[in-house]
């Protein structure tokens, strides 16, 4: 399959998960955000169609069918206040990533959106200590994702169960 297939077929399969959200809030969360994690494995690691910062710039993008998606459903479920603050914080933080391509955007501006929707979209409450507890969740899952992770695959290789033989060949 070309180059161009690969990115297009992940790139609908994306959208449509995103579009789910609208239908269903927690499958099409819950979708969105497998698609969001596995394209990651095809693209940039088994077919290497992109390369790490094609990858990071293509997939900040692609992201905001699933955060419009989320904010859509999170109106309809009355939710529009809190969810639209942390949208356009979101979108603040993605354009000083498009600016500077500096991956420390992503602890500055963590990724509180999806937090918030699961908080009260998924378990629709608005109490604050369950939510704070989302929100330091996020702060460990930007740092693991973007610092820990990279530095792991670059010193030990990606693991044995991801389909490499062994560690430091790709």
């Known amino acids: 399959m070309r180059k161009r297939n690969i ?7 994306r959208v449509l998960s995103a579009v789910y959200i609208l239908f269903d809030p927690v499958w099409g969360f819950i979708s969105s955000t497998f698609f969001d994690w596995f394209d ?3 693209l940039e690691n088994k077919t290497k169609v992109l390369t790490v910062p094609q990858y990071q710039r293509w997939d900040k ?18 939710s529009s206040g809190l969810l639209l603050v942390l949208f356009i914080f ?4 993605h354009l000083v990533y498009l600016k500077t391509e500096d991956r420390k955007i ?3 501006f963590p990724n509180f959106l999806e937090g918030a929707f699961i908080w009260t979209v998924f378990l629709k409450t608005s109490g604050t200590p369950g939510l704070l507890i989302l929100i330091l969740l996020e702060f460990v899952k930007e ?3 973007h610092f ?15 389909g490499y033989k062994h560690a430091g060949t790709s």
């Open 106 to 108: 992503f602890i500055l």
């Open 143 to 145: 740092i693991w994702m």
């Open 40 to 42: 990651w494995y095809i």
């Open 90 to 93: 979101k979108l603040i933080g």
């Open 7 to 13: 990115v297009n077929l992940i790139l609908l399969t």
């Open 61 to 78: 993008n692609v992201d905001w069918f699933m955060y419009s998606a989320m904010l859509v459903s999170g109106i309809w479920y009355g």
């Open 148 to 162: 820990v992770q990279p530095w792991y695959i670059k010193s030990f290789g990606y693991p044995r169960f991801l």
